[in-house]
């Protein structure tokens, strides 16, 4: 599986080299994806949801109105080229929304502004997958770009439908942010997940119920943590650079929920170097617990020694083939020596059971 996962990697950072800035090629593995384009045009007052069958749908949107564009399939680069052509968005934008391997930031052009985040999710097989979401905000517009069909803005949609909350009376700024916390508060479910596995793990070292492949089950756990890592941590900067942001793209008053989205992710960062500790700790703790079993093994490996050692010994002396041994002409000689050995014996259990050693 590892080696799967770097063949994969260098292929898709083949498909980049020498090529001319700006051209839009999809690095992802994802081509027999099906174009979805699915469209939410709202007022305070009403709302239209259409599952758009073409690109040219995507740009018959009247002005006065809040549009969300959701767009699945990056590996339709014709379609992106029109929807980038008609928004006029810049060539290397195009580039990076279907470039898969960017990491979360925000650039910023006269006329919108351009976002990158990292959805996380677990998959059938409790696997962790990070998938790109490129968010675009105009100034009546949100438009959102994903791989493949399958994400967590399901509670937009419903807030949208139904008109709850704020979001049909705000503007298309208050809609990037309730987006961007849909994606951040997923952060909590996979964390939670994450947590979960860790602790499990943990319970099953200190009770000594592990298998063989303890060693590559925290390597996974490490891989999975760092993934995470590598998805939140970057998205606080992005959080700060729109706080201090000056465009009139977000106004002053959905500052303070961006604010809200910067304090969840202290949040998870917390969480995360605490598990990132954990994991680091899992190792140690299983060597740990090997040793002790080791050390129980050899506590009564030693303890069988010792107490065949003397008896040993005195077979040994009493096994030569020397002539003259006092005791071997004696008639009860035989017996003795069984008695002595057998007082030893019981002598010594009794010592180490004093001990506590047995």
């Not at 007022?43 to 740009?59: G, M």
């Not at 590996?75 to 391997?101: C, F, M, S, T």
Request: with cysteine.
């Amino acid at each position: 599986m590892l080696k799967m996962a770097k063949k994969i990697r260098t292929q898709l950072s083949k498909k980049k080299v020498g090529q001319i800035p700006g051209s839009v090629i999809y690095t992802g593995v994802k081509s027999n994806q099906k174009l979805f384009i699915e469209a939410f045009d709202y007022t305070k007052d009403h709302y239209e949801e259409r599952e758009l069958t073409n690109v040219e749908e995507c740009f018959n949107f009247e002005e006065g109105s809040i549009t969300w564009i959701n767009i699945n399939g990056l590996n339709h680069v014709d379609a992106i080229e029109k929807i980038g052509e008609h928004y006029e968005l810049h060539p290397l934008v195009r580039e990076d929304i279907v470039n898969i391997a960017q990491r979360p930031k925000i650039d910023e052009y006269d006329d919108y502004l351009f976002v990158v985040l990292k959805m996380l999710y677990y998959d059938s097989n409790e696997k962790i997958v990070s998938e790109q979401v490129s968010f675009i905000l105009g100034k009546e517009y949100v438009l959102t770009f994903q791989e493949a069909e399958g994400d967590v803005f399901d509670t937009v949609r419903d807030r949208i439908r139904q008109g709850k909350g704020r979001i049909r009376n705000m503007q298309a700024d208050y809609l990037l942010y309730t987006l961007m916390d849909a994606v951040v508060d997923h952060y909590f479910t996979v964390i939670e997940i994450l947590g979960d596995k860790i602790e499990d793990f943990e319970t099953a070292i200190f009770s000594g119920k592990v298998d063989n492949d303890v060693s590559k089950n925290i390597q996974d756990l490490k891989r999975e943590i760092l993934k995470v890592r590598r998805a939140i941590f970057p998205l606080r900067e992005v959080i700060n650079r729109i706080e201090k942001n000056d465009t009139s793209l977000i106004l002053k008053k959905t500052i303070t929920y961006y604010r809200d989205i910067y304090d969840h992710l202290i949040q998870v960062t917390e969480n995360i170097d605490i598990y990132r500790e954990m994991i680091w700790s899992l190792m140690d703790m299983y060597m740990t617990t090997i040793s002790n079993k080791m050390n129980e093994v050899m506590k009564v490996l030693t303890i069988m020694a010792s107490i065949f050692i003397p008896l040993t010994f005195i077979a040994g002396i009493y096994g030569m083939n020397f002539e003259y041994i006092p005791e071997l002409k004696y008639k009860y000689g035989y017996f003795v020596v069984w008695g002595v050995m057998i007082t030893l014996f019981l002598g010594m259990i009794y010592y180490f059971r004093k001990k506590k050693w047995l």
